[in-house]
């Protein structure tokens, strides 16, 4: 069973920039994509960015295009959510997704991790 692992997020005030971090726990060359997704309180799961692992296409929501940066690391089956000019709505708890099965970036994950929150003080 695959597991993924988050790290790095925490409280920041707004402007600020937090990076969060995807560990995966086997390798990542064997996923068709990576992507975030972030879900805030009363609210539906919502897609933030996705990267493909074979050929680095990213796709971002609107929302955080020109803030956000996804990246990845294969040697260490690893992915990257750079966070910048971050927003009191950036406020959730962001979670990472993996697909193995060719598909749309924004949705169609089968793999998940638990989760880390991200809150943005104004």
């Known amino acids: 069973q695959v597991q993924l692992v988050e790290s790095g997020g925490g409280l920041v005030q707004a402007g600020g920039s937090l990076r969060l971090s995807c560990a995966a726990s086997?390798?990542?060359?064997?996923?068709?994509?990576m992507g975030w997704f972030r879900q805030a309180p009363g609210k539906e799961r919502e897609f933030v960015a996705a990267?493909?692992?074979?050929?680095?296409?990213?796709e971002y929501a609107d929302s955080v295009k020109g803030r956000f940066s996804i990246s990845k690391d294969n040697r260490q089956n690893t992915v990257y959510l750079q966070m910048n000019s971050l927003k009191p709505e950036d406020t959730a708890v962001y979670f990472c997704?993996?697909?193995?099965?060719?598909?749309?970036?924004?949705?169609?994950?089968?793999?998940w991790g638990q989760g880390t929150q991200v809150t943005v003080s104004s």
């Open positions: 997704a993996a697909r193995n099965t060719i598909g749309p970036m924004t949705r169609g994950y089968y793999y």
């Open positions: 990267i493909r692992w074979m050929t680095p296409t990213t």
């Open positions: 086997e390798r990542t060359d064997s996923f068709f994509a």
